[in-house]
């Protein structure tokens, strides 16, 4: 077998990553066995999508394409989108309704809990032929999750070995869920697909940077959506994995004008006099009524939940080998939302997305990322200490990469890597 390959992890504070994390093949394929079929729970995607008896969705493990189908009991079941006769692919519908789940190759059926139902020519034709006499349906389903629902977020592991569902979630992750998906019923208002060209760990990466938000995204700054002057900070769970980013919307001060004119001097990238046409869209109210501007909820490995303004969305990445990854996003609106909320929320979708005046510079700087590090010399790695190094800790601020740092100590421990802070790899 190829040897796992095992590169330098300078710091055991992890304010160093190799690159080779983010480009190596054999790490990919580690991460697929180790985190997605290891003792992690996976989002799968949200109840409301599943009303009623026979309501399917399709949706990816890693590199596992999986089933999540709601049976005639009420209860979700997931399994591998693959037959248990001869491996094929069941179905390739992105969605469906169905009594039973049958394999297009020779037609075997499966049950809504993905057990087998039906052998066609189990006992053979004319008296001849068949199944043998020893072969038992019971032994021959396919090859199922553990499933796990919090605050309607569906869930499912193949590991026994993964802790139960809200403590691997933590208090910060459950409460903000409670928050945003549980307090007022959710309902979907439609969905986004986006290829990104970089590996999905920059993403996790992103979505724990508070530290860009006032940096790259011109918009944000240009219309005081987001501001370095603003309050806000990070708070971690117990083994560091997810995090809870948040801004709160203060007063728009002239400090924070003169801040962001610094941080931008000489870039030619900030322009306070910029207009917007119509500017509908960032006059839309915020509709929670305390004042949280972000929060985004990053949980390990590939979940996001995030209200950005008034925008709630739930965010899937689907990783595609090491240089790849699909975004796939889930936009939610809410039961009791009047007819102009939900022109509102529908208004604000284009914050976030493959095109969003918020999120288009981040799959932009995930390319470059990608595109810097595929020819550094090897040994190359990031350099995480804005906001402090060393203990890995909650903060009352923004400009900070702790979070990040975060992420990367639990990777580190759920990868099995060899002990941190060996050696001082080159830069
Ligand atoms: S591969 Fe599915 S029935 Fe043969
Ligand atoms: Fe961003």
Same mark, same amino acid.
């Given at each position: 077998?190829?040897?796992?390959?095992?590169?330098?992890?300078?710091?055991?504070?992890?304010?160093?990553?190799?690159?080779?994390?983010?480009?190596?093949?054999?790490?990919?394929?580690?991460?697929?066995?180790?985190?997605?079929?290891?003792?992690?729970?996976?989002?799968?995607?949200?109840?409301?999508?599943?009303?009623?008896?026979?309501?399917?969705?399709?949706?990816?493990?890693?590199?596992?394409?999986?089933?999540?189908?709601?049976?005639?009991?009420?209860?979700?079941?997931?399994?591998?989108?693959?037959?248990?006769?001869?491996?094929?692919?069941?179905?390739?519908?992105?969605?469906?309704?169905?009594?039973?789940?049958?394999?297009?190759?020779?037609?075997?059926?499966?049950?809504?809990?993905?057990?087998?139902?039906?052998?066609?020519?189990?006992?053979?034709?004319?008296?001849?032929?068949?199944?043998?006499?020893?072969?038992?349906?019971?032994?021959?389903?396919?090859?199922?999750?553990?499933?796990?629902?919090?605050?309607?977020?569906?869930?499912?592991?193949?590991?026994?070995?993964?802790?139960?569902?809200?403590?691997?979630?933590?208090?910060?992750?459950?409460?903000?869920?409670?928050?945003?998906?549980?307090?007022? %019923?959710?309902?979907? &208002?439609?969905? +986004?697909?986006?290829?990104?060209? @970089?590996?999905?760990?920059?993403?996790? #990466?992103?979505? *724990?940077?508070?530290?860009?938000?006032?940096?790259?995204?011109?918009?944000?700054?240009?219309?005081?959506?987001?501001?370095?002057?603003?309050?806000?900070?990070?708070?971690?769970?117990?083994?560091?994995?997810?995090?809870?980013?948040?801004?709160?919307?203060?007063?728009?001060?002239?400090?924070?004008?003169?801040?962001?004119?610094?941080?931008?001097?000489?870039?030619?990238?900030?322009?306070?006099?910029?207009?917007?046409?119509?500017?509908?869209?960032?006059?839309?109210?915020?509709?929670?009524?305390?004042?949280?501007?972000?929060?985004?909820?990053?949980?390990?490995?590939?979940?996001?939940?995030?209200?950005?303004?008034?925008?709630?969305?739930?965010?899937?990445?689907?990783? %595609?080998?090491?240089? &790849?990854?699909? +975004?796939?996003?889930?936009?939610? @609106?809410?039961?009791?939302?009047?007819? #102009?909320?939900? *022109?509102?929320?529908?208004?604000?979708?284009?914050?976030?997305?493959?095109?969003?005046?918020?999120?288009?510079?981040?799959?932009?700087?995930?390319?470059?990322?990608?595109?810097?590090?595929?020819?550094?010399?090897?040994?190359?790695?990031?350099?995480?200490?804005?906001?402090?190094?060393?203990?890995?800790?909650?903060?009352?601020?923004?400009?900070?990469?702790?979070?990040?740092?975060?992420?990367?100590?639990?990777?580190?421990?759920?990868?099995?890597?060899?002990?941190?802070?060996?050696?001082?790899?080159?830069?």
């Amino acid at each position: 077998m190829k040897q796992a390959i095992d590169p330098a992890w300078p710091r055991d504070d992890f304010s160093r990553v190799p690159y080779a994390v983010f480009t190596d093949a054999e790490i990919y394929r580690l991460e697929n066995q180790r985190i997605f079929r290891g003792p992690v729970w996976n989002y799968l995607c949200h109840d409301i999508e599943l009303p009623k008896t026979g309501d399917f969705v399709t949706t990816w493990v890693g590199d596992t394409h999986v089933i999540v189908a709601r049976n005639g009991a009420g209860l979700v079941h997931a399994f591998e989108n693959s037959c248990a006769h001869r491996g094929a692919k069941l179905t390739s519908a992105v969605r469906g309704n169905a009594a039973h789940l049958t394999c297009p190759y020779h037609l075997w059926t499966y049950t809504l809990e993905g057990d087998l139902q039906g052998v066609t020519f189990q006992r053979g034709v004319g008296g001849k032929g068949g199944m043998p006499a020893c072969f038992e349906k019971k032994d021959h389903g396919l090859n199922k999750l553990r499933v796990a629902i919090y605050g309607g977020l569906v869930f499912g592991t193949f590991s026994d070995h993964a802790p139960p569902l809200e403590e691997f979630l933590g208090p910060h992750s459950l409460s903000q869920i409670d928050r945003l998906l549980v307090q007022r %019923k959710p309902k979907v &208002l439609g969905y +986004l697909r986006q290829r990104i060209p @970089g590996n999905w760990k920059l993403y996790n #990466e992103n979505v *724990r940077d508070p530290y860009h938000g006032s940096l790259l995204h011109q918009f944000q700054v240009s219309f005081g959506l987001q501001q370095p002057t603003m309050r806000g900070g990070i708070k971690l769970d117990a083994d560091l994995k997810n995090t809870w980013n948040h801004s709160i919307i203060t007063e728009q001060d002239a400090a924070s004008q003169k801040i962001v004119a610094e941080a931008y001097a000489g870039t030619g990238k900030f322009n306070p006099d910029l207009k917007m046409a119509d500017p509908a869209l960032t006059r839309v109210p915020l509709d929670l009524g305390d004042n949280y501007k972000t929060t985004i909820l990053s949980m390990f490995p590939t979940l996001i939940v995030a209200q950005v303004d008034n925008t709630y969305a739930i965010r899937h990445l689907r990783p %595609k080998g090491p240089d &790849l990854v699909e +975004l796939h996003i889930t936009y939610l @609106g809410f039961e009791s939302d009047t007819p #102009e909320q939900t *022109r509102d929320k529908l208004l604000t979708v284009n914050f976030i997305g493959p095109a969003g005046y918020i999120s288009l510079e981040d799959g932009e700087a995930l390319r470059l990322v990608q595109q810097g590090i595929r020819h550094r010399r090897p040994g190359g790695h990031e350099v995480l200490e804005m906001g402090g190094v060393g203990p890995i800790v909650d903060t009352d601020y923004l400009s900070q990469e702790i979070s990040i740092r975060g992420f990367w100590s639990f990777y580190h421990q759920i990868m099995g890597l060899p002990a941190a802070g060996r050696a001082e790899a080159t830069p």
